[in-house]
Every structure is written in C-alpha cells, then in structure tokens.
C-alpha cells in the first residue's frame, strides 16, 4: 500500500505543477492541455495507475465537451482558523487536512459552495506550498463519471477570488484499480448538480 500512496502522490503533484502554467492560458486552451497531460500520464508505463492488461487497452480518455460554463469565478473565503481533520479514504488511511477556505459561485443562476483543503503534506514541500485539493461529488457519479467522486487542483488566489475549472476535473486512482488509496470527497462537497464537463469513465 505504501507504494501505491507513493504514486498517488506523485501523479498528483505532477498534474499540480502544471496548474500554474495553464492557468496564464486561454481558459479552452488549458482544459486541452489538461485533457493531453492527462492521457499522456496513462500511456506512460512509468506513471500510469492502470493495471497491465487495462494499460494494453488504453487509447485515451472520455471527456465531456469543454464547456466554459462550468469554469467559474468563485468568491475565494480564507477559513481565519483552519479546522484540522483526518479525510476518509478509500482504504483505512487517514490523512490530515486543513478545511483551508470556502469557494461560492454560480452554475445558470444557482448558487453553490465548496470547501477547498490543504494536505498536510504539501507544506512539507516548499514546491506546493501553495496546492489546493478539491474532491467533489455532483450527479454524474455513478453514471458517465465513477461513483466515488472526481477531483481538481487549485492554487491558493492572492485575492478573494479563485477559477474553478471543473473541465479540469479528474478521477481519482481507484477509478482505475483498487490497489490505490483515495481520499473521499466529504459529505459537505456534495453538489446537487450534474456537472458535465472534466473526464468521464474509461472504455476500454
């Protein structure tokens, strides 16, 4: 399991390091240079989370159309005392996170909320000092999207402003074995809402 949690981390940091680079990009131009990082991730013997005979299948992702609807200006909320907790996962790990600040935005005139978190492990690393995590559930799960959510990385904003780019939404290891051990979005991330947009289910 020990290596597993290793190549989590470094799938994750390795699709974090690009963040800041996309982000001076113009916003549909990023989400394709998401979509072309993440499947040549997969087809990278070295780094792909697929088993041997999946690995054999793979051509490339399902993506839903980019659509900019789904990147949105949210209001970035800076939690003045971050609250400390373990996050379930997948497996009985148990890893710490700060509840770092809340995201308010807007999906066709309905107002939304999501908590942003901070590993306590990516402060250990002077290269992600400043990474965001946002695990998320919406009402795709279980149907075009795996059931057990999808996730996105972010950015700590200078201002009071944050873009979540939800075209940048990724699934977690275990959608793809369950040798890996993923975080579980927390009840309190939960959208009431299919978002259509990010990576969809494999078909291999």
């Known amino acids: 399991m020990k290596t597993s949690i290793k190549l989590f981390i470094a799938v994750l940091l390795l699709s974090t390091a690009s963040f ?63 609250e400390t907790f373990k996050m379930k996962t997948s497996t009985k790990r148990l890893p710490l996170y700060d509840k770092y600040g809340k995201a308010s935005f ?20 002077e290269a992600y000092k400043d990474y965001l995590f946002l695990p ?7 149907e075009e999207t795996y059931g057990g959510g999808r996730y996105i990385d972010l950015q700590i904003p200078e201002g009071d402003e944050i873009i979540i780019d939800f075209n940048q939404s990724y699934h977690p290891l275990c959608a793809y074995s369950y040798r890996y051990s ?18 969809k289910n494999l078909e291999l």
């Open 106 to 125: 807007e999906i066709d005139g309905v107002a939304y909320e999501l908590i942003l978190y901070k590993s306590h492990s990516s402060y250990e690393n």
């Open 20 to 82: 800041s680079a996309q982000a001076r990009q113009k916003p549909t131009a990023a989400a394709k240079k998401f979509q072309k990082q993440l499947n040549k991730e997969f087809r990278n013997p070295q780094e792909s989370p697929l088993t041997k005979e999946d690995f054999g299948k793979f051509k490339k992702h399902n993506f839903f159309p980019i659509d900019l609807k789904y990147r949105v200006i949210a209001k970035f909320e800076r939690a003045k005392d971050p």
């Open 136 to 142: 998320y559930n919406d009402l795709t799960n279980g």
């Open 182 to 199: 993923c975080p579980v979005p927390p009840r309190e991330n939960r959208l009431n809402v299919r978002i259509e947009a990010g990576v």
